[in-house]
Each structure stands twice: as C-alpha cells, then as structure tokens.
C-alpha cells in the first residue's frame, strides 16, 4: 500500500510538473557597477540566455548566463584597454501570484568570471643617458569568483523584466581586495518549451 501511495504522489508531481511549462529566456543583461568597482566602469551590457524549470505551484529553478561587456571610465581607460566578465548562476525563483505569471521574487548564485585587458603603456627613457624607452605589453588578466544575487521582477507571457543586486566575491590572493557589486537589469523573451 506504502509503495501504491508513493507512486501515485510521483506520479501527481511529475503531472503538475509537465502541466507547467519550461521556459528558455533570451535577452538583453544591463550592469551598473557601485562602489569600487562603479569608479573604474561606468556600465556594462550583453547578450543573457536561461532556463526555468517550475516546481510546485509558485516556485521555479533557475539558471542564467550572461557576457556583459564593461565601459572604464575615462580616469582608467589610459590603463584599462577593455574587460568583460562572464555570469553564471543558478536560482529560485517565487511567483507571488500564479505560476511563472505576474510579479516574482528571485535569489541567486553562481561564479562571475571577470577579464580585463591592460593597455600598453611606454615610459619615456632618458637618451641622454642611455636608457631607453621602457614598453610594458599588454596584459589579459582574470579570475572568477563566487558570487550572489537578490532581486524582483515582473513576467508577463512572452516577457521577463528583472532588477536585481548582484555581489562578487573578491579575490582571495589580493590583501585588502573588496567584494564587487552591481545593480543588474535583465530584460528577455520567453520561449515555452511545452
């Protein structure tokens, strides 16, 4: 009997899962850097593609990948040649109406992977006295971290708009590096899968 309740539970589950329908996203991410890392770019902006999975009456999972390309500001743009950082994060998402409809919370985490390339820089030497001009190349550095995200948002049937604050570890072999942060806008188009 134990084993007849059970399957007929998996069963129910598994019909109000496939009732709801999965959705792939594709859009348009937008990043406004604050704090530190808002004084070295000014935005940053990118193709963004997920997948929610329903479960339940009013909860889904997540998973969200963005490349957002970021904009120094003209005080580092003599240093910084470009940059660019990578996304990845898994997430829950709660209707607070009707199921992948209406008004949203939604919590994430994931890995940011942040790249910046460096300008070449030249320091003038002193022919007089024999040294000559100094070249440092440039230089592609990057690291990934741990990161997390908190934020709210409103879906409509073929459209996701979501506002979120997203923190990013910062790195733990620099002393005194602090955490990055960032107010994220996501705008995408849904596609049912079912």
Known sequence: MKKITLGLAAFA???????????ISLGVDLAMPLGDFGDAYGLGVGPTAGFELPIGDNLGVTLQ?????????????????????LPAQLGLKYYFQDQ??????HAQLGIH????????????GVPALG???RVT????????????????????????????????????DVDGAKA?????????????LN
Do not use: C, H
């Not at 589950?13 to 959705?23: D, E, I, K, T, W």
């Not at 992948?100 to 919370?105: A, L, P, R, T």
């Not at 992977?113 to 003038?124: A, D, G, Q, Y």
């Open 13 to 23: 589950f598994a019909g109000g899962l496939m009732a709801q329908s999965n959705q």
């Open 65 to 85: 990948v963005s490349y957002d390309i970021l904009m120094p500001k003209s005080e580092v743009k003599d240093f910084i040649k470009s940059a660019s950082m």
């Open 100 to 105: 992948q409809e209406g008004f949203y919370g």
């Open 113 to 124: 992977s942040v790249s910046t390339k460096s300008e070449e820089i030249t320091t003038p």
């Open 131 to 133: 040294i000559p001009d």
């Open 137 to 172: 190349p440039s230089q592609t550095t990057s690291s990934t971290n741990f990161s997390w995200a908190i934020g709210v948002g409103y879906q409509l049937e073929k459209l996701d708009l979501g506002l979120r604050y997203n923190s990013i570890s910062p790195d733990s």
């Open 180 to 192: 990055s942060s960032y107010i994220g806008l996501r705008v995408a188009y849904l596609i049912s």
